[in-house]
Each structure stands twice: as structure tokens, then as C-alpha cells.
């Protein structure tokens, strides 16, 4: 016919679209399209500097998705933010490459997804990496040390540490500060081989050599670019999905609004995969009438697969920050991990387990009626409880605390690793271009606050803690006039709910999971009542990690892409 057809259509360029895209396009005979929405920021040096966190944010490149009047979180909108680019979120990120507890993958094959599991994930970790090593004399005398048997030394994905992370002293006296702790925290050498409890010199998506940020399309789409059965549609809107004519639920092609604004449709032959992130992919779902009747048929869309799970489970982490004024100025913007279990976290961690055991129910009871029993109180409850066994049993990090000198302030920043609250994301017109409801609900089970007052005690213990004590001086935020130094639970509360943000870990909005439970797509990632549609992008992943997103992103896509060639 007269529109351009392709084997394959990824829908968004970002961190997992430009993995599966470049992985199919390695096969000549496989014709590929990708369509993003943003444009090349190749040259933008916002993108590429290494010392540059945040210079994007607001900026053209920033989706700044906004979520609705948070009502157990001092009832004001938060900003979650997603880079709108070719590379997507890993243009705007923190580089951070720290992947996630090996027993937290392993919850994934217990709720049903049959060989997903840190076994089988962790070979795509190292598939996808070019680990740079230590050798670089800027590291001298740093502490830098990793386990080659984490790593991987041939995959597109430039992981490493860069100049500026790490050369101002703090390493070391850190590193004997921590096992000073009530309860010691110790040295973890390398976190990215599954265990991640301890103090830790992690490495960063960053080209050493270079100290330019690497990113999802520097490693997967440049180097690549010239493959003629690989293309790229840039500053392009996908709007919808289109159907074949038929009983079966298959996607034939993407409605999308081209850069001059005429809107037009592009022809997929064999599969539609969505990589729009998590806060896009269940979105342009409902916009093609996959997804809850009630919520379709409210905004005039036909509902083509009945799949009420659509934009449930949100889980997102909530970020505060405690900062302190240093006693020496640091020129580099440098940070300092680590990773507290519940008893390193909690004094009296047993009689924590316990409360928070019987509150499970309730817990589940209130996610449930929050979305109108679309997901049932008894599968949340049942995914609490693995929850629970992992932090009280398998131990996983509980909360993660970094600190971050700049100029004459030492920083620091922190938050729950793995909050209960679940929200929803969902369409809120028929229109492609408006803003969906998004509602992580932040606070709304108990737990995830006394998680987050629970790490801002550590991190004040951590500052009267020599030597590291010795570095700084006063509290400057919040201050002891402002949250005394023996404040409970209630005397944290405001502070912590009036100064926080979104961690900008959002998940799970077409979870990978059973369809019986709540799930969305099945364990070779394709939407459930389709033939043809995938998610491949943090909208699939059941459970938060306590590493950060993007290593487990990309992994992810790199195993996506094996399932959908086949070799899986
Ligand atoms: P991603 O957002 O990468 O890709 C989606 C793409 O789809 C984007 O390019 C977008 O423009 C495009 N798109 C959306 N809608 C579209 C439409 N309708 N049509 C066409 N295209 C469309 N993680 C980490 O590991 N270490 C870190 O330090 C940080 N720090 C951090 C900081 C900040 C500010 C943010 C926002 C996030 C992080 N993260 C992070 C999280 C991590 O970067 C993130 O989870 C992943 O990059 C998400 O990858 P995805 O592929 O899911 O979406």
C-alpha cells in the first residue's frame, strides 16, 4: 500500500526502545522503525556533562509528567520527570549503575513469571555492558575496586567511573565511618553481582575516557546508525495503536503526528512493541482501547481487549534530602552510596516486622478499594507479604542513602527503597496530546514514612559518626529548630512530606505478571489479549528494585529482544 510498513515498530527511542531496536536490526533481513518523540541531543551539553545533573530538568528535553493533588503527602502536585529525546531517561539521569538485590529478581518467577529470575537476568546485565575498569590515574588512591565477574566487557553500554566522582578524600574516611555505626554498615566492593547491603564506590553510564555521560542512543543507536534497516523517526508523536480487521487483537501499525504536525499512519508487518516508559506505554494502551471499559467508554474510546489492569500498581520511591554545611569546599559533584538492611536501618527491626506483618491486610484492603477492587485485595496482599520476606528475611536494602559534597555543603539525599503504596496512571481525554491522571498515591501506607524518617535518623547518626564527623558542620536542612534532634515520628512527619519529590522510579503500570493476578503482559512480554503488542520498558517490572531503573532496564530489553527474535 502507499504508508511505509516495517517488520517492527518500537514505539519510543529511549533507554529500552533503542536496546530491542538495535538488537532486531542486527538481523539484515529485519526492517525497523523507531518513533520518538523528542529529538537528538547528541551535542547537548545539558546531556553530556558528567558534573550536569539536572540542567535538563525543565528544559524542552523533560516530559515533567504531573501527578494529581498527592492526598497523604501534604495534598500538592509532584513532578515526575522523563527525558524527551532520542536515548529517553537516560539522557536526564543520574548515571547511577547499581543493579538490584538478586532475591528481589527472584520474586519475579515467584508470582508466576516462569524463568525470570537473577539467574537468567544477570547474563543480560553483562550483555549489554562495556565495563571500563579502574585504570585511569584519577582513581589512584580512591578505593575503587569491582568484581570482574559481575561485569561485562563486550556490550555497547559504556559503564565506569568518571573523573569528577570520586577524587576528594571522602571515600576512605566514609569507608571507616560506616563500620563505626550502631549497627556496622560494611564494605561492599562491588554491589552489582546481586548483593548489595553495605558502603559502596558504585560505577556510573559514563564514558571514562571521554567523561561524557553514555547514554541509551551514544551506546545503542550511533555506532549503528548507518544499518539501513534500522530507522528512526524523530520528533514524532505515536498517538495510538491501529488495528487489522477482525476478531483477534491485532496491531497492524501506529497512528503518529510527524514534526510538520500532519498526522499519518505507519504500518507494522509482524509486531508493535512499546517502549514509551512507564508513565507513556500504559497510556497510549487505553488511547487504543486496551484497557478498562469503564475508564474507555468514559472518554468515547471502543474498548478492543478488556484488560482492566491497564496503568495499575504504580510504584514510584519518594526522595528527601538532609543537608549540612561542609567544612572544606569540594569542586566536584561526587557521591557516596549506601545500602542499609532493616536491622542496620532499625534498632528494634524485629518489633517493625512484626506491626508491619499485621498490617499487610489492611494494607491490601486499601490498594484495592483505591482502584475500585480492579487489582484484589488478596494478590496484594500476597505481594506484600513477598515483600515483606525480602526485606525481613532475604534482607534487602531497606533504604538508600547517598552523600554528596559540592562547593561548602555536604548533601545528601535518600529514600525507602521499596515503598508499599501503589497508584494508577490513566488516560483522562481521548486526545493523544493531553496529560494523563497520574496518582503514585506517596505515602499513603504508613510503612513508606517510617521508612523514610527511619533513614533520616542514619543519616544524622552517620554525621556524628567519626571520622566522617569530623567533615562537617551544622544541620542546615531541616535543622534541629526545625525537626529536634530527638524528634519522634510525628515531629519528622511535615518535613519530610512538605520536602519531598518523586524519585523518578516509576513502574509497573503493565506489570509483568499472571493476568489472573493483576498482570498486564505475560512473561514473553506481550499484552495480554493481544497477538502482536509488547512492553518492554519499566512499565513491566512487578516489583521496585533497590538498585536504580536503568541497569535493570536495560537488561530487560536486551532479554525482550532475545524473546522477540526467538532465542529465548
Ligand atoms: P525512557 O523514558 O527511557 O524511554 C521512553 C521514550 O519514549 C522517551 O524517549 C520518550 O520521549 C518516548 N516517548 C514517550 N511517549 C511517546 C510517544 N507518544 N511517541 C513517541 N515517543 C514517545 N536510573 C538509574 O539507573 N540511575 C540513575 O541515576 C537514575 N536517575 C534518574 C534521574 C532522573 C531525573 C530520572 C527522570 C530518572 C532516573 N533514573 C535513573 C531512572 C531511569 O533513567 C529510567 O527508569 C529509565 O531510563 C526508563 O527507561 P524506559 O525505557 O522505561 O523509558
Request: overall charge neutral; hydrophobic content about 40%.
Given at each position: 500500500?502507499?504508508?511505509?510498513?516495517?517488520?517492527?515498530?518500537?514505539?519510543?527511542?529511549?533507554?529500552?526502545?533503542?536496546?530491542?531496536?538495535?538488537?532486531?536490526?542486527?538481523?539484515?533481513?529485519?526492517?525497523?522503525?523507531?518513533?520518538?518523540?523528542?529529538?537528538?541531543?547528541?551535542?547537548?551539553?545539558?546531556?553530556?556533562?558528567?558534573?550536569?545533573?539536572?540542567?535538563?530538568?525543565?528544559?524542552?528535553?523533560?516530559?515533567?509528567?504531573?501527578?494529581?493533588?498527592?492526598?497523604?503527602?501534604?495534598?500538592?502536585?509532584?513532578?515526575?520527570?522523563?527525558?524527551?529525546?532520542?536515548?529517553?531517561?537516560?539522557?536526564?539521569?543520574?548515571?547511577?549503575?547499581?543493579?538490584?538485590?538478586?532475591?528481589?529478581?527472584?520474586?519475579?518467577?515467584?508470582?508466576?513469571?516462569?524463568?525470570?529470575?537473577?539467574?537468567?537476568?544477570?547474563?543480560?546485565?553483562?550483555?549489554?555492558?562495556?565495563?571500563?575498569?579502574?585504570?585511569?590515574?584519577?582513581?589512584?588512591?580512591?578505593?575503587?575496586?569491582?568484581?570482574?565477574?559481575?561485569?561485562?566487557?563486550?556490550?555497547?553500554?559504556?559503564?565506569?567511573?568518571?573523573?569528577?566522582?570520586?577524587?576528594?578524600?571522602?571515600?576512605?574516611?566514609?569507608?571507616?565511618?560506616?563500620?563505626?555505626?550502631?549497627?556496622?554498615?560494611?564494605?561492599?566492593?562491588?554491589?552489582?553481582?546481586?548483593?548489595?547491603?553495605?558502603?559502596?564506590?558504585?560505577?556510573?553510564?559514563?564514558?571514562?575516557?571521554?567523561?561524557?555521560?553514555?547514554?541509551?542512543?551514544?551506546?545503542?543507536?550511533?555506532?549503528?546508525?548507518?544499518?539501513?534497516?534500522?530507522?528512526?523517526?524523530?520528533?514524532?508523536?505515536?498517538?495510538?495503536?491501529?488495528?487489522?480487521?477482525?476478531?483477534?487483537?491485532?496491531a497492524d501499525g501506529v497512528e503518529v503526528t510527524l514534526a510538520n504536525g500532519t498526522t499519518t499512519v505507519?504500518?507494522?508487518?509482524?509486531?508493535?512493541?512499546?517502549?514509551?516508559?512507564?508513565?507513556?506505554?500504559?497510556?497510549?494502551?487505553?488511547?487504543?482501547?486496551?484497557?478498562?471499559?469503564?475508564?474507555?467508554?468514559?472518554?468515547?474510546?471502543?474498548?478492543?481487549?478488556?484488560?482492566?489492569?491497564?496503568?495499575?500498581?504504580?510504584?514510584?520511591?519518594?526522595?528527601?534530602?538532609?543537608?549540612?554545611?561542609?567544612?572544606?569546599?569540594?569542586?566536584?559533584?561526587?557521591?557516596?552510596?549506601?545500602?542499609?538492611?532493616?536491622?542496620?536501618?532499625?534498632?528494634?527491626?524485629?518489633?517493625?516486622?512484626?506491626?508491619?506483618?499485621?498490617?499487610?491486610?489492611?494494607?491490601?484492603?486499601?490498594?484495592?478499594?483505591?482502584?475500585?477492587?480492579?487489582?484484589?485485595?488478596?494478590?496484594?496482599?500476597?505481594?506484600?507479604?513477598?515483600?515483606?520476606?525480602?526485606?525481613?528475611?532475604?534482607?534487602?536494602?531497606?533504604?538508600?542513602?547517598?552523600?554528596?559534597?559540592?562547593?561548602?555543603?555536604?548533601?545528601?539525599?535518600?529514600?525507602?527503597?521499596?515503598?508499599?503504596?501503589?497508584?494508577?496512571?490513566?488516560?483522562?481525554?481521548?486526545?493523544?496530546?493531553?496529560?494523563?491522571?497520574?496518582?503514585?498515591?506517596?505515602?499513603?501506607?504508613?510503612?513508606?514514612?517510617?521508612?523514610?524518617?527511619?533513614?533520616?535518623?542514619?543519616?544524622?547518626?552517620?554525621?556524628?559518626?567519626?571520622?566522617?564527623?569530623?567533615?562537617?558542620?551544622?544541620?542546615?536542612k531541616p535543622g534541629f529548630s526545625t525537626v529536634a534532634a530527638n524528634a519522634n515520628d510525628q515531629g519528622?512527619?511535615?518535613?519530610?512530606?512538605?520536602?519531598?519529590?518523586?524519585?523518578?522510579?516509576p513502574i509497573s503500570t503493565a506489570a509483568m505478571m499472571p493476568k489472573d493476578i493483576g498482570g498486564v503482559?505475560?512473561?514473553?512480554?506481550?499484552?495480554?489479549?493481544?497477538?502482536?503488542?509488547?512492553?518492554?520498558?519499566?512499565?513491566?517490572?512487578?516489583?521496585?528494585?533497590?538498585?536504580?531503573?536503568?541497569?535493570?532496564?536495560?537488561?530487560?530489553?536486551?532479554?525482550?529482544?532475545?524473546?522477540?527474535?526467538?532465542?529465548?
Open positions: 500500500g502507499a504508508e511505509p510498513t516495517y517488520d517492527y515498530i518500537v514505539v519510543g527511542g529511549g533507554t529500552s526502545g533503542l536496546v530491542v531496536a538495535n538488537r532486531l536490526s542486527e538481523n539484515d533481513d529485519i526492517n525497523v522503525l523507531v518513533i520518538e518523540a523528542g529529538g537528538s541531543v547528541y551535542n547537548n551539553p545539558n546531556v553530556t556533562s558528567t558534573t550536569g545533573y539536572g540542567k535538563a530538568f525543565g528544559t524542552a528535553i523533560d516530559w515533567a509528567y504531573k501527578t494529581v493533588d498527592q492526598e497523604y503527602a501534604g495534598n500538592y502536585p509532584q513532578t515526575v520527570r522523563a527525558g524527551k529525546a532520542l536515548g529517553g531517561t537516560s539522557t536526564i539521569n543520574g548515571m547511577v549503575y547499581l543493579r538490584a538485590q538478586s532475591a528481589q529478581i527472584d520474586a519475579w518467577e515467584e508470582i508466576g513469571n516462569k524463568d525470570w529470575n537473577w539467574k537468567n537476568l544477570f547474563p543480560y546485565y553483562r550483555k549489554g555492558e562495556h565495563f571500563q575498569g579502574t585504570n585511569y590515574s584519577w582513581l589512584e588512591g580512591s578505593g575503587v575496586a569491582y568484581d570482574p565477574a559481575f561485569h561485562g566487557f563486550d556490550g555497547p553500554l559504556k559503564v565506569g567511573w568518571s573523573e569528577t566522582q570520586l577524587n576528594d578524600g571522602l571515600a576512605q574516611k566514609l569507608n571507616t565511618t560506616y563500620p563505626n555505626m550502631p549497627v556496622p554498615v560494611p564494605y561492599n566492593i562491588d554491589p552489582n553481582g546481586g548483593k548489595m547491603i553495605g558502603y559502596a564506590l558504585y560505577p556510573k553510564t559514563v564514558d571514562s575516557k571521554l567523561n561524557i555521560r553514555e547514554d541509551a542512543a551514544r551506546a545503542y543507536y550511533y555506532p549503528y546508525k548507518a544499518r539501513s534497516n534500522l530507522h528512526v523517526w524523530l520528533n514524532t508523536n505515536a498517538n495510538k495503536l491501529t488495528w487489522k480487521t477482525g476478531d483477534e487483537a491485532t505507519v504500518k507494522a508487518s509482524r509486531e508493535v512493541i512499546l517502549a514509551a516508559g512507564a508513565l507513556k506505554s500504559p497510556v497510549l494502551l487505553e488511547l487504543s482501547g486496551v484497557g478498562n471499559p469503564d475508564i474507555l467508554s468514559k472518554y468515547g474510546i471502543g474498548t478492543k481487549v478488556n484488560l482492566p489492569t491497564v496503568g495499575e500498581n504504580l510504584q514510584d520511591q519518594m526522595n528527601n534530602g538532609l543537608t549540612y554545611d561542609a567544612k572544606t569546599s569540594y569542586s566536584n559533584l561526587a557521591d557516596y552510596v549506601a545500602y542499609p538492611s532493616v536491622t542496620q536501618l532499625f534498632s528494634n527491626a524485629t518489633a517493625v516486622g512484626a506491626q508491619l506483618l499485621s498490617k499487610l491486610p489492611a494494607y491490601a484492603a486499601q490498594v484495592a478499594s483505591a482502584n475500585g477492587n480492579v487489582t484484589k485485595a488478596a494478590d496484594i496482599e500476597r505481594f506484600f507479604k513477598i515483600q515483606w520476606n525480602l526485606i525481613f528475611k532475604s534482607h534487602i536494602p531497606v533504604a538508600e542513602v547517598l552523600v554528596e559534597p559540592s562547593g561548602t555543603t555536604m548533601g545528601t539525599e535518600y529514600w525507602g527503597s521499596v515503598p508499599f503504596s501503589r497508584g494508577n496512571i490513566h488516560i483522562s481525554s481521548a486526545n493523544p496530546t493531553a496529560a494523563a491522571t497520574i496518582d503514585p498515591k506517596y505515602f499513603m501506607l504508613d510503612f513508606d514514612l517510617h521508612a523514610q524518617i527511619q533513614a533520616a535518623r542514619f543519616i544524622r547518626q552517620l554525621f556524628k559518626t567519626e571520622p566522617f564527623a569530623d567533615m562537617a558542620g551544622a544541620e542546615t519528622w512527619s511535615s518535613f519530610i512530606k512538605n520536602n519531598f519529590r518523586s524519585n523518578f522510579h503482559v505475560d512473561s514473553s512480554l506481550k499484552v495480554y489479549g493481544t497477538s502482536n503488542i509488547r512492553i518492554v520498558d519499566a512499565s513491566v517490572i512487578p516489583f521496585q528494585v533497590c538498585g536504580h531503573l536503568q541497569s535493570t532496564v536495560y537488561a530487560i530489553a536486551e532479554r525482550a529482544a532475545d524473546i522477540i527474535k526467538g532465542q529465548i
